[in-house]
């Protein structure tokens, strides 16, 4: 979407436009009433969200689409899609100036909740091309693998598709997203750890994915985090981390408005990290098709 139609759809939901059109509003009259907006918005808004396939026209009165449907219900977080979390960001990065000060989160117009909610559901809209990418190039690295921890998941979809290929699958995030998640993999043959992502799992796993959870996290959290890996891995087990490495000025400025300590970081840097954990052999490479890259590295027998 082009910014001024984000910034539109963010007015819309920060004046509680959105919430008229989800409840009962059907007309611009009765949006203009019910937010407290002047007949000009509604109008225009209105308008703008039926170009957008937002709302349909049906009788005389407007309707929401399915487009609209993660901003009416966050049960199934593969109903979410990608956009409520866009807005989050574009709340944040508006206040970024206020950020930048202060060094705090902002509070992303939202409650955590709904936050935590938003973010799972941007996660279970990457598209599959990429978790099937990123789980073989994790496989790659360790082809000979029959067990694995998938840590730091947010929508659970890498360990699914390592479910699917016949491994042996455990899951492991904190407790709130486990929760939020359980409905969606109860189908699927994965175990569910619930627990602190920097604490370590007695899974003794041949392979330990870390798919997109360094660059959010603080320096110390992330080496926190490899070194649970490390130790939930079986010896001569393998810890893979996919994640968003080098230059990249647009998550920068996402990580820096909506993260505490955030980061994109070099993979020189994460090697460094592995290197510290208790991984030999550290190395990178790409994964390919998407605009991720892979760090591995592996767990030695104490001498």
Not at 58 to 64: I, K, L, N, S
């Amino acid at each position: 979407m082009d910014y001024r139609e984000l910034l539109l759809l963010r007015a819309a939901r920060q004046t509680g436009v959105l919430d008229a059109l989800v409840s009962t509003a059907g007309t611009p009259a009765e949006v203009a009433e019910q937010a407290g907006v002047s007949e000009r918005a509604a109008e225009a808004t209105v308008g703008a969200l039926v170009d957008l396939g937002f709302l349909q026209w049906v009788g005389g009165g407007v309707e929401p689409t399915n487009r609209l449907l993660g901003f009416i219900t966050k049960t199934d977080v593969r109903s979410v899609g990608s956009l409520p979390r866009k807005l989050d960001v574009v709340d944040a990065l508006v206040d970024l100036p206020a950020a930048m000060r202060s060094g705090k989160v902002p509070e992303f117009g939202v409650d955590e909740e709904t936050r935590l909610r938003n973010r799972l559901g941007a996660a279970a809209a990457r598209p599959d091309a990429e978790v099937r990418a990123a789980v073989t190039a994790a496989v790659r690295e360790h082809p000979d693998a029959e067990s694995v921890l998938v840590v730091g998941d947010d929508a659970g979809q890498h360990a699914v598709e390592f479910a699917q290929r016949g491994f042996d699958v455990a899951f492991r995030h904190e407790a709130a997203v486990v929760d939020s998640l359980r409905p969606l993999l109860a189908p699927e043959p994965v175990e569910l750890v619930p627990g602190n992502v920097t604490d370590p799992v007695d899974a003794d796993a041949d392979l330990v994915l870390l798919p997109h959870a360094l660059c959010t996290r603080s320096e110390a959290d992330a080496r926190d985090l490899l070194a649970a890996a490390c130790e939930s891995a079986a010896e001569d087990g393998v810890v893979v981390t996919v994640d968003r490495f080098g230059s990249d000025p647009a998550l920068t400025a996402e990580l820096l408005a909506t993260t505490e300590a955030g980061a994109v970081r070099e993979q020189s840097t994460v090697i460094e990290w592995f290197v510290e954990a208790g991984l030999a052999d550290a190395a990178t490479t790409n994964v390919p098709g998407t605009r991720y890259g892979v760090v591995a590295g592996r767990r030695r027998a104490v001498q």
